[in-house]
């Protein structure tokens, strides 16, 4: 009789998986579905496995939910749609896309129920906050805040993408937040390419950073159970790999989903 000696084979734990919506094109004749690739190159720098999720419908929402492990919501070009915040649309050059408006909004919802980490960028950041009852500047450069008139957060038009998504100006990190936590000390240098912005904060929504105009430009989701759920207004996927305050934002949401896929689907061998 013999004896097997050769020790047990560890299976690799899977990353978690985080879904990443996507946004809608028209390509001559045809709709496309696509997503920037660094914000897929985001996700696997937090150590996650992405799933590009075309759309979806009401009733695949939970089935969604239950196979992820968190959220990344994307910029993109296009705007949240006004009617959201019971606006008109005030400039119909801008785009839009409604489709994806119409499940990501609820997705918000119902990931922020469940107390599923979330990184959410640019239109991301605002959508979150839409989805949740706040509202939106449509021009943030033709708005006032309690320091007085907007400055303006667009991208400088036709430039390189490097000068475009290079440091355009500093926010300051309110203390107690996430970002503290997470060791960004008390400001930083972010790039700014949004022409929409923050306007009234969603119930339940607490302000992580603001621009030296007053502009939010970061902010957490107090009601998740201590949950990992961040939005920012900057790009922090744009040469992530490169960015210090980057990689500890794409560190602390990779932390947030190993956290919650060992908590709801048990330790994995690895």
Known sequence: MTTDTHPPVSTPARPPLVLVPACNKQLGEHPFHVVGRKYVDAVRLAGGLPLVVPRADAGELDALLDLADGVLLTGSASNVHPSHFDEPVRDPTLPLDPMRDD???????????????????????QEANVALGGTLHQAVHHASGPLGRYADHRAPQGRPAAVQYGPAHAVAVQPGGWLERIGLGAGFEVNSVHGQGLARLAPGLRIEATAADGLVEAFSIDGAAGAFQLAV?????????????SMCILQAFGEALRNHRDRVRGPLPG
């Open 103 to 125: 499940w990501t909004l609820p997705l918000i919802r119902r990931l922020v129920a469940r107390g599923l980490p979330l990184l959410a960028i640019c239109r991301g950041a």
């Open 233 to 245: 207004q900057w790009h922090p996927e744009w040469q992530a790999a490169g960015n210090a305050v």
